[in-house]
């Protein structure tokens, strides 16, 4: 039998969705994107203080990157693996597409109602409602000239 070779999956995730934490934490994932972590789904500490769900797959390359980068570094990386191991969270939509957000992860991204629900392209984001309106006002600004941000050439 010769070597399993892992076929890249093309998933993008797109679109944008409020949703509200319910009493337990749980929260509903848009149906689009529940097929994607049928299996299960990680949730980490995102850029800018919004959580990131991300596949199984995407969170392996992100673990086997920093896992590889602290065995061959100094001290930074290896304390940058831990925390990130330490502050992921392995999750799973019940029937109803809903996933629980443990209490540590919603007190990092400031969740504790009302949330968005963004497709990141090759991650799901979940934000706080008023902290996704401050970030969208930002990346709408730069979408303004496309050309220039995708070229590099931003100002």
């Given at each position: 039998?010769?070597p399993?070779v892992?076929?890249?999956?093309d998933?993008?995730f797109?679109?944008?969705f409020?949703?509200?934490?319910?009493?337990?934490?749980?929260?509903?994932?848009?149906?689009?994107f529940?097929?994607?972590?049928d299996e299960?789904?990680?949730?980490?500490?995102?850029?800018?203080?919004?959580?990131?769900?991300?596949?199984?797959?995407?969170?392996?390359d992100?673990?086997?990157?920093?896992?590889?980068?602290?065995?061959?570094?100094?001290?930074r990386?290896?304390s940058a693996?831990?925390s990130?191991?330490a502050?992921?969270?392995?999750?799973?939509?019940?029937?109803?597409g809903?996933?629980?957000?443990?209490e540590?992860?919603?007190?990092?991204?400031?969740?504790?109602?009302?949330?968005v629900?963004?497709?990141?392209?090759?991650?799901v984001?979940?934000w706080d409602?008023s902290?996704?309106?401050?970030?969208?006002e930002?990346?709408?600004?730069?979408?303004?000239?496309?050309d220039?941000?995708?070229?590099?050439e931003?100002?």
């Amino acid at each position: 039998m010769g070597p399993v070779v892992r076929q890249d999956v093309d998933e993008v995730f797109v679109g944008q969705f409020e949703h509200a934490l319910d009493a337990k934490g749980r929260i509903v994932l848009p149906a689009s994107f529940r097929m994607s972590f049928d299996e299960s789904g990680f949730l980490i500490k995102g850029p800018e203080g919004c959580l990131a769900l991300l596949t199984p797959d995407r969170f392996r390359d992100i673990a086997q990157t920093m896992a590889s980068r602290s065995v061959e570094g100094d001290v930074r990386h290896r304390s940058a693996k831990r925390s990130f191991g330490a502050g992921a969270a392995r999750v799973l939509p019940d029937k109803q597409g809903r996933i629980a957000v443990p209490e540590d992860l919603r007190a990092f991204a400031h969740l504790e109602r009302d949330c968005v629900i963004v497709g990141a392209i090759d991650e799901v984001e979940i934000w706080d409602r008023s902290r996704w309106q401050e970030i969208t006002e930002v990346g709408d600004s730069l979408l303004e000239s496309p050309d220039g941000f995708i070229d590099g050439e931003q100002s």
